[in-house]
Nanobody, 122 residues
Framework: QVQVVESGGGLVQAGGSLRLSCAAS????????MGWFRRAPGKEREFVAA????????DYAGSVKGRFTISRDNAKNTVYLQMNSLKLEDTAVYYC???????????????WGQGTQVTVSS
């Protein structure tokens, strides 16, 4: 089992950058595929990005590809989401999630954090 806690959200102007962090508990962090998801006001939660257990494979939603970068540091039990060129439509609560699996996935994550708010202003 793993617990995850997000941090790094905040208010940023359009075009700006933020880096989200997700700290995980437990000694088996490298056994988990890690993902970032988001829920915008009035919308369903959506996939943002995922990274494989040792970081060799990544996957991105089309809406963030080229602007967001997911990475992980298994020595620190932490996964990051670097968000550049932020747009108004990136405003959402961002969630970190863990999945006990081998391959990068957009679905069926087992463990979720509480979320961190990202607000992009004009």
């Amino acid at each position: 089992q793993v617990q995850v806690v997000e941090s790094g959200g905040g208010l940023v102007q359009a075009g700006g950058s933020l880096r989200l962090s997700c700290a995980a508990s437990g000694r088996t962090f490298s056994s988990y595929v890690m993902g970032w998801f988001r829920r915008a006001p009035g919308k369903e939660r959506e996939f943002v990005a995922a990274i494989s257990r040792i970081g060799l494979s990544t996957d991105y939603a089309g809406s963030v590809k080229g602007r967001f970068t997911i990475s992980r540091d298994n020595a620190k039990n932490t996964v990051y989401l670097q968000m550049n060129s932020l747009k108004l439509e990136d405003t959402a609560v961002y969630y970190c999630a863990a999945k006990g699996d081998t391959y990068v996935s957009r679905h069926d994550y087992d463990y979720w954090g509480q979320g961190t708010q990202v607000t992009v202003s004009s």
